[in-house]
């Protein structure tokens, strides 16, 4: 039996996750929360080295809803689970966004003109600035395909009428 307010949530979150998949250099209220989580992924990361700080900011904005998706999979809560898979997914989507941006370094930076471009300073060391189009590819059909299971995941365990019911 379907639990009309889950479905209607999973609807709400599709639509909202998938648009933001489909169109991801649109800025949207949600990416407020990445940009927190990146910036303090960068302080986080600090202790690793400058490689990792600069790369932690785009790591920090994917494990923090990760870890929470992780986490309700562990209480047997799914369909709080795939809630946040839909958070990892657009994160993901919004990552391949900048790292698309790793060789014209058009969008706007928090630190201005003086700012590093993380993604740029990244692949540059790598020696990958010039595979900048996959990279960001690969990681926006990532984000894409965890959108995608987050979709398919709600509404599968929209039926349930108990977060306390368990995964079978």
């Known amino acids: 039996m379907r639990d009309p307010v889950k479905t209607a ?15 991801p250099e649109d800025w949207r209220f949600i990416d407020n929360f990445n940009l927190v989580m990146h910036e303090a992924g960068h302080i986080l990361f600090m202790p690793f080295g400058q490689f990792m700080t600069i790369a932690g900011g785009s790591l920090f904005q994917v494990i923090v809803p990760a870890v929470f998706a992780f986490y309700f999979y562990y209480q047997q809560k ?25 060789r014209l370094m058009q969008l706007p930076l928090l630190g201005g003109d ?6 740029n300073w990244m692949l540059d060391r790598l020696n990958l600035l010039a595979s900048t189009r996959e990279i960001a590819g690969a990681i926006r059909a990532l984000g894409v395909l965890v959108i995608l299971s987050a979709t398919a995941c709600s509404f599968l365990y929209a039926r349930r009428t108990s977060e306390a019911e368990s995964f079978d």
């Open 9 to 23: 949530i999973a609807a709400l979150c599709s639509a909202y996750f998938l648009w933001a998949a489909f169109h």
């Open 78 to 102: 799914p369909f709080s689970c795939a809630l946040l898979l839909f958070l990892a997914g657009e994160s993901l989507v919004n990552v391949s966004v900048y790292a698309a941006d790793a």
């Open 114 to 119: 003086d700012s590093i471009h993380d993604w």
